[in-house]
């Protein structure tokens, strides 16, 4: 079995309200969790490394706890396909 350890030092959410940040970190976490739980991810990192920084892009984000889970869904994924060695 192997282990995983992501830090993530800050998120910067501007211009969100409270409820909408929520959703958005809420679903991270969640869909982080899933990323790097897949055995195909873990094998991938059999070996330590680190990524300084990931640029993401632009997303679209439609207001509202729904507009938030699915923006925290994909930044989740996007993290997830960032940290592929």
């Not at 909408?20 to 990192?45: C, I």
């Not at 699915?70 to 396909?81: D, F, N, P, Q, T």
């Amino acid at each position: 079995m192997s282990r995983v350890s992501l830090t993530i030092d800050g998120i910067a959410l501007r211009g969100f309200g409270a409820a909408d940040r929520d959703a958005v970190v809420q679903a991270l976490e969640g869909e982080l969790r899933r990323v790097l739980a897949d055995p195909a991810t873990r094998a991938a990192w059999a070996r330590s490394h680190r990524t300084p920084v990931l640029k993401l892009g632009r997303m679209a984000f439609t207001p509202g706890p729904a507009g938030g889970q699915s923006l925290g869904v994909r930044i989740g994924r996007a993290i997830g396909k960032g940290l592929r060695p």
